[in-house]
């Protein structure tokens, strides 16, 4: 069974679904997708998307600030409080985004030494955002996050140096469906270094659909296209890249095996 790291089920559009988020989250298990982790960008947004996913417990949360968020006064108390809460098992989407809000820099770097604070305080791994950032975000992650806690790069688009340095870190690297991209062929070269041990997938729905469904919207049962391109870059079974993703998913957030 695989699972989804990352995704946001509060932003999908299941208005084709005539039963709505419960028939897509069906349709996303027949798909053989056992498990998903809701991300929080927001916290206005964070009890909205709570309420949304509390009745399943296949479906876990994160709380945080996206780096693109950050434009004004964030209050870190109230995400310290949310990122405690039992259905939290990581803090973020937190990191940098230098590519599309270079402009607000010195704020995204004050958020993500605050979620690295909260992340240490509260005992959970972080989820990191980097865009064209990587000096910055490999040098705060070294000098400042939990390293025990650990954490992941999700949605890796940088360079193998960048991903090496991560990985010495003792952090993740989730790839997305970028990697079936057709451009996409320094990123596939990445993933053909990194170790099986290492390594999440994840839709980061409803952004970023898979081969064949680009340019659609994005759903957590096409986490299945993702692992299928990654069983085929390390040449192994779908069924074993499937097991290695899900006992790393839960090594790294601490779980119990549902």
């Known amino acids: 069974m695989l699972i989804d790291s990352h995704c946001h089920l509060d932003k999908l559009d299941t208005s084709h679904y005539a039963g709505g988020l419960t028939e897509l989250i069906s349709s996303t298990q027949a798909a053989g997708v056992a498990e998903m982790l809701c991300i929080g960008v927001n916290t206005q947004q964070f009890p909205n998307m709570l309420t949304l996913i509390q009745d399943y417990d296949f479906i876990h949360a994160?709380?945080?600030?996206?780096?693109?968020?950050?434009?004004?006064?964030?209050?870190?108390?109230?995400?310290?409080?949310?990122?405690?809460?039992?259905?939290?098992?990581a803090v973020g989407e937190t990191g940098l985004d230098y590519h599309y809000a270079a402009d607000t820099k010195e704020q995204q770097l004050e958020g993500f030494l605050?979620?690295?604070?909260?992340?240490?305080?509260?005992?959970?791994p972080l989820i990191v955002h980097s865009r064209d950032a990587r000096e910055d975000t490999v040098s705060l992650l070294k000098r400042h996050a939990d390293l025990e806690l650990g954490g992941v790069i999700h949605c890796f688009t940088e360079d193998q140096a960048m991903a090496d340095a991560c990985l010495e870190l003792g952090f993740y690297?989730?790839?997305?469906?970028i990697?079936?991209?057709?451009?996409?062929e320094s990123l596939r070269e990445v993933v053909r270094q990194l170790p099986l041990e290492r390594i999440?997938?994840?839709?980061?729905?409803?952004?970023?659909a898979p081969v064949p469904y680009r340019g659609k919207q994005n759903e957590p049962k096409y986490v299945a296209e993702v692992a299928q391109l990654v069983a085929d870059i390390k040449g192994v079974p779908l069924a074993q890249l499937a097991e290695q993703t899900s006992a790393n998913?839960?090594?790294?957030f601490n779980l119990s095996r549902s």
């Open 179 to 184: 990697a079936t991209f057709r451009n996409a």
């Open 200 to 208: 999440l997938v994840e839709t980061d729905a409803p952004y970023l």
């Open 173 to 177: 690297i989730s790839i997305s469906g």
């Open 249 to 252: 998913f839960y090594k790294l």
């Open 62 to 89: 994160s709380a945080g600030v996206h780096p693109l968020g950050i434009k004004g006064e964030v209050d870190y108390s109230l995400l310290a409080q949310q990122a405690a809460h039992d259905k939290v098992i």
């Open 114 to 124: 605050q979620h690295m604070a909260i992340a240490a305080q509260v005992g959970k």
